[in-house]
Structures are given as C-alpha cells and as structure tokens.
C-alpha cells in the first residue's frame, strides 16, 4: 500500500546532539510538510516543500532545518535539540491540499 | 487569517449512542476544504471525513457524518453508533488552496465508554 513513512518510531537523543528525523513516501505526493506536536496540542507546521521549494514557517526556529534531496524523501534535522523540542514530529504529504494530507505514524522524540 | 475552533477540549459518550462534534472556523475565501482527522492514542493522524465548499450535499462516510452549514462556517462531525475504536482525539481542520497549509482546530478528545 501506498504510504508515509517515518523512522524511527522513537528517538531519545542528548542535549544539544544533532538529531535527524527521515520520512518516505511511496504516494509520489509534490507537497511534503513537517509538524512538530505537542501533548494534546494541535500539530504546529515547522516547514514544507512544494516540489524543490522549501517554504519555512515564520516562528519556526533556526534549530530546525529540512532536506529534500528527491521526491521520496525528506529529513528533518535539529541542530541542537533542547528540553524544550521533545515532541513528536509528524510528516505529511499531499498532492493537492484539497484531497487532505496523508500522516505518517511519527517520530517521537525525547530529548535527555 | 484563518482560522478554526473547537469549543468542546473533551467529550464523552456511551457505545453504540449518538455523538457530535463541533467546529467553527473563520475565512475570507469562497472556495475551501473542510476535514476530520482522527488521531488514536497510537498517534497516527488519520482522516475521517473531507468536504468542499462548493458542495452544498453534506459529507457521509458510514457511521461518520458532517453538517456543514456554509453561511454559519460551521463544520460539526456526527459519529452515530460510537464503537470504542472511537476513542482518539478529532480534529477539525481547514485549507483554502492547493499546496496550502492545513490550519488545525485545538481538538475534542473523544471517551467511547463501554
């Protein structure tokens, strides 16, 4: 079946050691998107890429940055994680937002 | 800017009763998508149910419905015959052009009780 991918399911990582988050997808979605989501909180969008250009959100920290180096994949990278950046990250994509966006199952990250 | 409401922090119903969701939202624009994700405790974001603007009909899939009331910007998600899979919490969420951004409601978390 087609589908989103994220790994790893769970990624415990030290304070302020450089951290990546990778995801996939099989659906040849143009649009890829990163959220970071908190405890009972809504998603909050960190960035995507609409085919090769990146669009970054205006609050989104310069800790984080993203790489799409095809179609298929997308990574996120998180410079120097803080406490503060413990959350689970969702990927998404989509082909046209109108249809909705396809989830991947998340990367939880906890940061020690 | 857009925007997208949910009154209702949590919500609970007894299984196989009759449950509904609430949402509002604020735009500007005529033409627009309307969604219910779902997401269970395993946390992956599932979407229940999507309506466009243009379409007057509201939305059904199975047990899940939607009542969209357009001129009101109200987009409220029936669950009938509530089973414990239920149980997660459901977001309403809104987006206006292709390759857009989905701009999410708070969420209801939803209790199926046996």
């Known amino acids: 079946d087609a589908m989103v991918i994220q790994n790893p399911r769970y990624q415990v990582t030290q304070f302020g050691k450089p951290v990546t988050l990778s995801c996939s997808q099989t659906?040849?979605?143009?649009?890829m998107y990163w959220y970071q989501q908190k405890s009972s909180q809504a998603p909050k969008l960190l960035f995507h890429?609409?085919?090769?250009?990146?669009?970054n959100e205006a609050d989104t920290p310069d800790n984080f940055q993203s790489r799409r180096p095809n179609t298929s994949f997308c990574f996120l990278d998180i410079r120097s994680p803080g406490l503060g950046d413990a959350a689970m990250y969702l990927c998404?994509?989509?082909?046209?937002?109108?249809?909705?966006?396809?989830f991947g199952s998340g990367t939880r990250l906890t940061v020690v | 800017a857009q925007t997208v409401t949910q009154s209702q922090p949590e919500m609970s119903v007894q299984e196989a009763e009759t449950v509904t969701l609430s949402c509002t939202y604020d735009?500007?624009?005529?033409?627009?998508?309307l969604f219910w994700y779902k997401q269970p405790p395993s946390r992956q974001m599932i979407l229940v149910i999507r309506?466009?603007?243009?379409?007057?009909q509201n939305a059904t899939e199975n047990r899940f419905s939607v009542n969209f009331q357009k001129a009101a910007k109200s987009f409220s998600l029936k669950i009938s015959d509530s089973q414990l899979g239920d149980t997660a919490m459901y977001f309403c969420?809104?987006?206006?052009?292709?390759?857009?951004?989905?701009?999410f409601g708070q969420g209801t978390e939803l209790s199926v009780k046996p």
């Open positions: 998404a994509t989509s082909r046209d937002g109108g249809y909705g966006y396809t």
């Open positions: 659906l040849n979605h143009n649009v």
């Open positions: 890429y609409y085919d090769k250009d990146f669009n």
């Open positions: 735009t500007s624009e005529n033409n627009y998508y």
């Open positions: 309506q466009e603007a243009y379409k007057q």
């Open positions: 969420a809104f987006i206006y052009n292709q390759g857009g951004k989905l701009i």
